[in-house]
C-alpha cells in the first residue's frame, strides 16, 4: 500500500479541455504513467532529447529526474516546460498540453480535389475518381465517408471511399444516380476531368477494426460495396494470416450490378475472398435472385466470433443484423452504416 | 483556405514509387498487378541467407532481402538475426560489429546495446541508466538451418511471429510423397533439402538486374536457347533442344495446397510439351544423342527446381532473393542425398570439378547475362506494358498470376538503406572504387591500418 507521500496526483489537460487526472508514483515518470493509464501522449525518445512530450507545468512542482539532462534549454524550464518523460511530480500538480485528446484520431479536415475520372459503371451508378491537389492531405479508416460540395452549388453528399489510404492521393467514390438530384445532375451533365472539388472529411465510425483474424462477413447493398472494396483492399495488404471474407453484394437488377471486374481481381489476389452477387428483380448468370442478406445461410457455419460489417438501406441493415444474430453472431460484432438517398 | 489561393494539381512523383494501377487494361493484365508492384520483392517469406559456412561461430554478417538490412550471428552456437538498423539514428550494426556477449549486439557508434533473442534495446554502453532501455528494439527474424543453409523468415515489423509458416511452405514439392501426383518415369525420386542426410553445395552471387527478371528465366522453356553453344551440353552429347512449346491445356498444374508450397509443376518431358530440336528454315538441327530429362517447377517467393539436372540422384535449386528493385542475390544449389562421409566427399569432388566449372557457372552464367539484358526494358516499369508475349510465355504469366494470388505481402521501397538511394555518393565512391553494389554490407576496415 503507497501513502500518499509516495503518490502525486497530477492532472493533465488537452488542447481540447480534456482532463485526466493522474496517480504518479514517487520515482515514475509522467509519460509512463500517463501511457500505463491509456492517455494519448505523444512521444518518441523517452529519453529527455526529441522534445515530444513537451508539457507545461502550470501549477504545483515537478522537475526533472535529478542528475537528468534534456534538451530544453533553462530559459525554457524557467518557463514552466517540461519533458513528461523525464518529469517526476513532487506533490500535485498540472500541465497543460499543447495537442487535443484526440490526437490519435484523425480529425476531419477541408481538403481541394481534381476530378480524374467520371464513368457511368452501371445504370444508375457513377465512379467519380478524385485526386488530393497539391498542398491538400486528408487520411482515413478504410470504411469511413467524406463530405463532397457539388461544385457550383453548395450542396453537400457523403460517399465512402472505394480506396484505401494507400491509395491516396487518389480517392474513388460510387455514387447512385437519382432522378433530379444535384449531384447527379453535375455527374450526368456537367462533371470533367480536371474540375475541382472540394472535399471535407473523414467521418463515421464504420471502419475495419484492425487485426481480427476471425471471419469477415460483409453485406452490401448497391453502391454500399464502397466501403466494402476499401476493407477487402486493406485486409489483403495487412501483414500476417488473412481472415476470411464472405462478401454478398446484392443491387435491385442485373443493371445495377457494378465494379464486377474488380470483385473478380480480389476473389484471384485474395484466396479467402468469396463473393456472393444478388438481384431482387430479372436474372443473370452469376447473380442468385433474391436480397444479398438471405445469400448468408446457416450453410455457412459462421463462427460465434465472426464479425460483420453491413452497409446500404436502412431496411437491408436491420434484416441483416436480425438475420446474422438469429445465426449466432453477436451484436457488438455487427457494425453497420447506412445510408439514406437525399432528397433532390 | 485562403480564396486567392490557386487550386494546382500535385506533380506526380515516380522514383520509387510503386507504379499506379492502370486501369485502363485492368482486366487484360489486372491479375498479375501485384507482382508488378513487387519490384523490391515479396516480403514475409523463407529467403536463403547465407550458407553455414559463410557464417563460423562468433561472425556476424550484414545482408540484404527485399530492401531489409538484415544482421545475422551465430554465437555460442546458436543463430540469431534481427534488423541491421539502429534505432537511434540508422547505422548498420554489421559494418563494424561489436558484442560484450554472446546474447546481444551493441551499435559500435552510440553504443545501442540490443538482446538478440528478443530484438531489445536492453543497454546503452555509456549510458546504461538510460529510461529509453527496455522500452524500444529492433525487429527479429526467425532463422532456420537445413543441409547446409542458413533461411530467415524475412517479415514486415508488425508480421505477428505466430503467422510465421514452417520453411516448407517456401520450399520446392518433395519426393516420394508426390510421385502420384506428379510421377517421373524418366528418373528417379528428386532429393529435397528437408531429406535426412541431404547435402547442400553451390554458390550465391548478385545479379544487377530485377529478381522477377531473373526468376522467369528458368522456367521459361524458350530460354534455353542460350544454352546452345554451352560446354557441358556439347562434352556430354546432351540434347538440349532449341525450346519446348506447350503442347495441351494442362501443361502447366497449379500447386495451392493448403499445407504447403504455392507455385506450378511443368509436365516437361511428356506429351503435354513438345521439345522443337530442328528449324529448317534457319537450318538448325540439334544432332546430339543422349537424353537429358528434367523438370522445372517454381513455388513461391520465387524458388526454382530442376529435377534431374545436372545428373541424376541430383537437383538443382534456385532462388533470385530481391536486394532492391534493380539486384537480386542468384542463388545457384545442387542437393543430394549423402549416406556416408565418403558419397559427400565424392560429391564434393564432383561439385568443384565438374558443377561449378561448367554447369554453375559454364552453363549458368548464360543465364545471368541474358537476365541483365532484359534488365533496361523493364527498369522504368513500362516494359511490363510494351512485352510482346507468345506462346511459350503461358510459363511466367501463369507464375504471375500465382504469384499475385499467394504472396504474404508486397515489399516497400527500401527506406534509409543501402542503395536505395540510385545517386547517393557514397555509392558512387564505392562504385569509383571498383566496387559493384551487392548483397553484403560493406565492413568499415580497421581505422589504424592504412
Not at chain 1, 518529469?87 to 480524374?116: H, I, R
Not at chain 1, 485486409?235 to 445495377?256: D, M, N, W
Request: with cysteine; hydrophobic share 40%; glycine share 8%.
Amino acid at each position: 500500500m503507497l501513502t500518499s507521500a509516495e503518490v502525486s496526483e497530477v492532472t493533465l489537460t488537452f488542447a481540447d479541455g480534456a482532463e485526466h487526472v493522474l496517480a504518479v508514483e514517487a520515482g515514475q515518470n509522467v509519460l509512463d504513467a500517463g501511457l500505463a493509464a491509456g492517455l494519448p501522449l505523444l512521444h518518441q525518445c523517452r529519453s529527455g532529447s526529441c522534445s515530444s512530450c513537451l508539457a507545461r507545468l502550470t501549477s504545483g512542482h515537478a522537475e526533472h529526474r535529478a542528475g537528468a539532462s534534456s534538451s530544453l534549454t533553462p530559459s525554457e524550464k524557467a518557463e514552466g516546460l517540461r519533458l513528461l518523460c523525464m518529469t517526476e511530480a513532487q506533490g500535485g500538480c498540472s500541465f497543460s498540453l499543447g495537442y487535443d485528446s484526440k490526437v490519435g484520431e484523425t480529425k476531419p479536415v477541408v481538403a481541394q480535389s481534381f476530378v480524374n475520372a467520371v464513368e457511368r459503371v452501371a445504370a444508375d451508378v457513377v465512379r467519380l475518381e478524385l485526386e488530393l491537389a497539391e498542398g491538400s492531405w486528408m487520411t482515413f479508416r478504410p470504411g469511413q465517408f467524406i463530405n463532397v460540395t457539388v461544385p457550383g452549388t453548395d450542396v453537400v453528399r457523403s460517399y465512402s471511399m472505394a480506396t484505401t489510404p494507400a491509395d491516396l492521393p487518389r480517392i474513388e467514390l460510387f455514387i447512385r444516380l437519382l432522378p433530379g438530384g444535384v449531384m447527379s445532375d453535375w455527374l450526368e451533365n456537367r462533371a470533367a476531368v480536371d474540375d475541382v472539388v472540394t472535399i471535407e472529411g473523414p467521418f463515421g465510425a464504420f471502419f475495419l477494426k484492425d487485426k481480427v483474424k476471425a471471419p469477415h462477413v460483409m453485406i452490401a447493398g448497391g453502391t454500399g460495396l464502397a466501403p466494402m472494396l476499401s476493407m477487402i483492399d486493406t485486409i489483403r495488404a495487412t501483414p500476417g494470416k488473412k481472415p476470411p471474407v464472405l462478401l454478398s453484394f446484392g443491387c435491385q437488377t442485373p443493371e445495377g450490378l457494378f465494379a464486377l471486374d474488380r470483385l473478380e481481381l480480389r476473389g484471384h489476389w485474395l484466396p479467402g475472398l468469396e463473393t456472393r452477387l444478388s438481384v431482387d428483380r430479372g436474372t443473370c448468370e452469376s447473380a442468385r435472385t433474391g436480397n444479398p442478406v438471405a445469400a448468408i445461410t446457416a450453410d455457412d457455419a459462421l463462427p460465434p466470433d465472426a464479425v460483420a460489417y453491413l452497409c446500404g438501406p436502412p431496411g437491408m441493415i436491420a434484416a441483416a443484423r436480425a438475420h446474422l444474430e438469429a445465426l449466432g453472431l453477436s451484436s457488438e460484432n455487427i457494425f453497420a452504416e447506412h445510408f439514406t438517398a437525399s432528397g433532390a | 483556405m485562403n480564396e486567392q489561393t490557386p487550386v494546382r494539381r500535385r506533380r506526380t512523383v515516380s522514383a520509387n514509387q510503386i507504379a499506379a494501377e492502370r486501369m485502363n487494361d485492368e482486366k487484360t493484365q489486372g491479375q498479375y498487378q501485384p507482382y508488378k508492384d513487387a519490384a523490391w520483392g515479396f516480403i514475409n517469406h523463407w529467403y536463403p541467407a547465407l550458407f553455414s559456412e559463410e557464417l563460423p561461430e562468433q561472425k556476424v554478417e550484414g545482408i540484404q532481402i527485399a530492401g531489409v538490412p538484415i544482421l545475422l550471428r551465430r554465437a555460442a552456437g546458436k543463430l540469431y538475426a534481427i534488423k541491421d538498423q539502429c534505432v537511434h539514428r540508422g547505422v548498420r550494426l554489421s559494418s563494424k560489429p561489436m558484442c560484450f556477449n554472446d546474447t546481444s549486439i551493441a551499435c559500435w557508434y552510440h553504443g545501442f546495446n540490443y538482446d538478440l533473442e528478443t530484438g531489445m534495446l536492453n543497454n546503452i554502453v555509456a549510458n546504461p541508466d538510460s529510461t529509453l532501455i527496455g522500452k524500444t528494439g529492433v525487429t527479429t527474424y526467425p532463422v532456420q538451418e537445413v543441409a547446409g543453409m542458413i533461411f530467415v523468415f524475412v517479415r514486415e515489423d508488425d508480421f505477428p511471429l505466430e503467422d510465421v509458416p514452417p520453411l516448407h511452405h517456401d520450399l520446392p514439392v518433395r519426393f516420394p510423397e508426390n510421385n502420384e501426383r506428379f510421377p517421373h518415369p524418366l528418373w528417379p525420386d528428386t532429393p529435397s533439402l528437408l531429406d535426412e542426410g541431404a547435402v547442400a553445395m553451390g554458390m550465391h552471387r548478385t545479379g544487377q538486374s530485377n529478381w522477377r527478371i531473373a526468376c522467369e528465366n528458368g522456367f521459361d522453356n524458350a530460354h534455353i536457347l542460350v544454352h546452345k553453344d554451352n560446354t557441358i551440353v556439347h562434352a556430354l552429347d546432351w540434347v538440349l533442344p532449341l525450346g519446348i512449346l506447350p503442347a495441351s491445356d494442362d501443361a502447366i498444374t497449379l500447386i495451392e495446397d493448403e499445407d504447403g508450397p504455392k507455385g506450378q509443376m511443368q509436365w516437361l518431358f511428356t506429351d503435354r510439351w513438345k521439345p522443337v530440336l530442328e528449324n529448317e528454315a534457319l537450318g538448325l538441327k540439334v544432332e546430339n544423342l543422349k537424353g537429358r530429362f528434367y523438370r522445372t517447377s517454381v513455388v513461391l517467393p520465387g524458388v526454382l527446381m530442376v529435377e534431374n539436372w545436372p545428373e541424376e540422384h541430383c537437383v538443382q535449386y534456385e532462388w533470385y532473393v530481391p536486394i532492391t528493385d534493380d539486384m537480386y542475390e542468384y542463388w545457384e544449389v545442387l542437393v543430394r542425398v549423402c549416406k556416408t562421409d565418403e558419397d559427400r566427399k565424392k560429391f564434393k569432388y564432383r561439385f568443384d570439378t565438374v558443377y561449378v566449372p561448367l554447369c554453375l557457372e559454364g552453363f549458368n552464367d548464360c543465364d545471368l547475362y541474358a537476365r541483365e539484358a532484359m534488365e533496361e526494358f523493364y527498369a522504368d516499369g513500362t516494359g511490363w506494358d510494351d512485352e510482346q508475349l507468345v506462346e511459350t510465355d503461358i510459363s511466367p504469366v501463369v507464375w504471375r498470376k500465382l504469384a499475385s494470388r499467394w504472396n504474404r505481402g508486397i515489399a516497400k521501397p527500401g527506406k534509409g538503406v543501402t542503395n536505395a538511394t540510385k545517386t547517393g555518393s557514397i555509392r558512387m565512391r564505392r562504385l569509383a572504387e571498383g566496387k559493384a553494389p551487392g548483397y553484403f554490407v560493406e565492413k568499415i576496415e580497421n581505422v589504424n591500418k592504412r
